[in-house]
């Protein structure tokens, strides 16, 4: 075999290598702007590879993975849930108002979303701050708008590049496809201590996004009756606890405090030991029942749940 051989042998490596990668050319343009001028008046050698590598970035529209994407953001932020996402199968971001809402990482369990994304302002104006967030709507189809409860952290503010980092855990009524639209018409401000929560900008950041294959670590129990509580339906799974149902003989009146229900005690028995690591939950009660989301502080393994106690009252897997 002669060096000639070789080199298009090599070649041909390099090229099936650049294949495999994605990059988002929007982000890619943006770092080029950000490069020191000074530097990039230097000489500078170019490898065969490299000049390979620039010529393959500049003529791909589809490359995504280079610039970062879902990996970088669990290398860098290290998320409580974040073994769990999965990378869209479509680069999934939108801009509007010169703020740029994308989704590097999901997941579906059944009726949770939970959903890695960032804001960053594109506009040059550095516009966003620690206090800034996203009201979430999820879409399923072109009619269907559901709005769900939320559990957002913040995981980091780039002031760098002005941009905002997030994990939320999105929960709704009904069972999530695969594939559906996240996202949301209005950034608002939140106060430091409380109080009113201000719109900031209200624009379009709904993006398409599609997971593939959903998760199948849950856990649903449906018709499950206790001494105080009738449950319609309770889904387990490792961000948390949906529980949705009514108290049996209980009267409401709204004028009467003394009548009214509060959320129902709820405890996870795994095969070592109780688990009460809720750290909050979100949801409503009333005189049709109660539905209500209990958040885990950390993941669980739903291969070692046992029961979930309900007011006291034992409920094992089905």
């Known amino acids: 075999m002669n060096k000639h051989q070789t080199f298009d042998k090599e070649e041909q490596q390099i090229f099936k290598a650049f294949s495999q990668i994605e990059v988002n050319t929007d982000n890619l343009e943006r770092s080029i702007a950000n490069v020191n001028h000074e530097r ?12 390979a590598l620039a010529v393959f970035l500049l ?8 610039t970062g994407g879902l990996e970088q953001i669990l290398e860098r932020f290290n998320p409580d849930f974040g073994e769990f996402a999965v990378p869209p199968l479509e680069p999934a971001y939108m801009e509007s ?6 989704v590097y990482g999901a997941q579906v369990f059944d009726n949770l979303a939970l959903i890695y994304y960032s804001l960053q302002d594109v506009s040059g104006e550095n516009r966003l701050h620690e206090r800034i967030g996203l009201d ?32 939320a855990r999105i929960v ?18 939140y106060p430091e201590e409380g109080g009113v929560v201000l719109p900031y900008f209200t624009g379009n950041w709904v993006v398409d996004v599609n997971v593939d294959d959903t998760i199948n670590q849950v856990i649903i129990w449906e018709d499950a009756v206790t001494e105080n509580v009738h449950i319609d339906r309770m889904v387990l799974s490792p961000l948390g606890l949906h529980v949705r149902g009514s108290y049996i003989d209980g009267s409401w009146d709204i004028d009467d405090h003394t009548t009214w229900f509060d959320r129902p005690e709820i ?27 209990f958040y885990l502080e950390s993941s669980i393994d739903v291969a070692e749940i046992t029961a979930v106690i309900v007011d006291g009252v034992r409920i094992p897997i089905p």
């Open 40 to 51: 990039a008046k230097r000489p500078m050698k170019l490898s065969f590879a490299m000049i």
């Open 59 to 66: 003529v791909s529209g589809t490359v995504y993975a280079a």
């Open 97 to 102: 108002l010169g703020i740029r809402f994308e």
């Open 267 to 293: 405890i996870i028995e795994c095969s070592h030991g109780l688990n009460n690591s809720f750290n909050t939950w979100g949801g409503g009660i009333g005189p049709d029942g109660f539905d209500k989301f």
């Open 172 to 189: 709704v009524e009904n069972t999530l496809p695969s594939q559906f639209r996240v996202g949301g018409r209005h950034i608002r401000y």
């Open 136 to 167: 979430y709507v999820i879409v399923t189809d072109d009619e269907g708008l559901i709005q769900g409860g939320s559990s957002t952290r913040r995981l980091h503010f780039d002031r760098r590049n002005n941009t905002l980092y997030f994990e």
